[in-house]
């Protein structure tokens, strides 16, 4: 619980920032590359600025400014590479959601500069400077998160037929209304996916585990889990369905793991057997469900998945559960509702998913088991085995219990 309280304050550990990400990126000092891109950045707006002031001179003026202005975006372009470093920043430009952005960018100042020494073409020249400017924005906002989608949103149109708008059946009179309309009907169509299943008081909320017989079978041989460096995901993947949740009200799924007793494990003569006290408790982090949050119909209108789970034995701080080797542990699911001060609506666990943290299979019954079930590991299967179909999932209810108000 305290683990849960952390993520809920916001205390618990993050992943590395941006900011990090620059300092490590090149091999020049920070103070260095400071200065390079400041900079650069100076000499690209006064470049740009005395564009402008050249615009008024007669004749020449036209031709100034749109060398001036190509100029001062190649210096203001130029002042980011020394921030990531070229090669980094250069891959980041060609990446497939800034292509077309960055050649028609890069294309516009180059035929700018032609206009305006070889061509002599002043209009010429204007347009691509129009261009400059279009693409650049476009190519900047892609750096700024659902900036491009805000932008999509705000410029979007309603379906056209032959030369004039339809909005009669949305009943707005202008593309704006029509537009919001949109949306607003989209977020009413996820609210009704769900809505069959919910129950705004919370009291008939249930919380079912999917595969059951799946995990009852890997308990009946005690299940292993292999926890890595990196990390490794889990399998069976944890799986539940949940109704009675108020369907407009804001969830966040989150899950963790804790040791079912009080002591160490080893596997002796094909069985497992307790060896001595574990190991003091490790501060792993807790996993929150990536759609989180979310409205309560959302969750319940199918399966949650907690797919995405790694299981590891180093704390490396990427968001990954540490877990020690050689303990057992049983994952616990925690719905919160947000939207206002953070309420635990549910604390969940299920005695089926029991398993013991391994660094290699002990038990061959699980690694025949693990290689017949999961669809990854088929290839070790012989070519002559036929296919074998999963368990069939048999709903049961988890063990769930009603917890206290937690304050964000």
């Given at each position: ?80 590479l020394f921030l990531m470093g070229p090669m980094k920043q250069l891959k980041r430009m060609f990446e497939p959601t800034r292509l077309i952005a960055t050649t028609v960018m890069l294309l516009c100042l180059i035929l700018t500069l032609c206009s305006a020494f070889w061509w002599h073409k002043r209009g010429l020249a ?283």
């Amino acid at each position: 619980m305290d683990k849960l309280k952390r993520v809920l304050s916001g205390h618990d550990a993050e992943e590395p920032s941006g900011l990090t990400e620059v300092i490590e990126a090149t091999s020049l000092g920070w103070g260095t590359r400071v200065k390079g891109f400041i900079a650069c950045f100076v000499i690209g707006c006064l470049c740009s600025l005395l564009g402008s002031c050249l615009l008024w001179i007669p004749k020449k003026g036209l031709m100034l400014f749109a060398v001036f202005y190509t100029l001062g975006n190649i210096a203001s372009i130029g002042s980011t590479l020394f921030l990531m470093g070229p090669m980094k920043q250069l891959k980041r430009m060609f990446e497939p959601t800034r292509l077309i952005a960055t050649t028609v960018m890069l294309l516009c100042l180059i035929l700018t500069l032609c206009s305006a020494f070889w061509w002599h073409k002043r209009g010429l020249a204007l347009l691509f400077c129009i261009l400059q400017f279009f693409a650049l924005a476009w190519y900047s906002i892609s750096f700024i998160p659902f900036a491009r989608d805000a932008v999509k949103k705000c410029v979007s149109l309603p379906e056209v037929s032959g030369s004039k708008v339809v909005m009669a059946d949305l009943g707005c009179k202008k593309p704006n209304d029509c537009t919001v309309s949109r949306l607003l009907s989209v977020v009413e169509s996820e609210l009704r996916a769900g809505r069959d299943k919910g129950d705004p008081t919370e009291k008939q909320l249930q919380v079912v585990l999917e595969d059951a017989t799946l995990w009852q079978r890997f308990r009946e041989v005690t299940n292993e889990m292999i926890v890595t460096k990196n990390g490794r995901r889990m399998f069976p993947v944890l799986k539940i369905s949940v109704s009675g949740l108020d369907p407009n009200a804001m969830y966040s799924f989150l899950l963790d793991f804790a040791p079912t007793d009080g002591h160490r494990w080893k596997y002796v003569n094909g069985e497992w057997v307790p060896a001595g006290k574990p190991e003091p408790p490790n501060h792993s982090c807790v996993y929150i469900h990536p759609d989180s949050p979310n409205f309560g119909a959302h969750w319940m209108k199918a399966a949650i998945s907690f797919s995405k789970v790694k299981l590891t034995n180093k704390l490396n701080g990427s968001g990954q559960i540490m877990l020690n080797s050689l303990h057992k542990y049983e994952p616990q699911v925690h719905i919160v509702r947000v939207g206002g001060p953070h309420r635990m609506v549910m604390n969940c666990s299920f005695p089926e998913t029991q398993f013991i943290a391994v660094t290699a299979y002990q038990n061959e019954e699980i690694t025949a088991l693990k290689i017949k079930y999961n669809p990854f590991a088929k290839a070790f299967l012989d070519a002559k085995e036929s296919f074998l179909s999963q368990a069939t999932a048999f709903p049961i209810l988890c063990e769930c219990t009603t917890s206290s108000i937690v304050e964000a």
